[in-house]
């Protein structure tokens, strides 16, 4: 199983991007599935959360900018993100718990930058 990010690179302050996370590989279903976030030096932070449902929650932070979503059918995780401020900068991480043959796993992607320019 394998979590792959896309959708990050440069943008100004005031912005937009749109972040992807795609699962592959065999599996049954997937749970829940997060956006997480690091800046440098910095501790990972939890940004999205989505449950298999719909339900979501923010971080603060990103309330009102930010938008997660997900597509079951593509088993496909999206992060919108609007009015991006230069403190947005960091490594965006996707998280999901994917239901397997030994259970339910916790996986991670390999992280997309985002920078946002002053």
Known sequence: VQ????????????GSLRLSCAASGSFFGINAMSWYR?????????VAHIVSGGRTNYADSVK????????????????QM?????E?????????GIMVPTGLEDYWGQGTQVTVSS
């Open 88 to 96: 947005d900068t960091a490594v965006y991480y996707c998280n999901a």
């Open 82 to 86: 609007s009015s991006l401020k230069p």
């Open 64 to 79: 009102g900018r930010f938008t997660i979503s997900r597509d079951n059918a593509k088993n496909t995780a999206y992060l």
């Open 3 to 14: 979590l792959v990010e896309s959708g990050g690179g440069l943008v100004q302050a005031g």
């Open 38 to 46: 690091q800046a440098p030096g910095k501790q990972r932070e939890l």
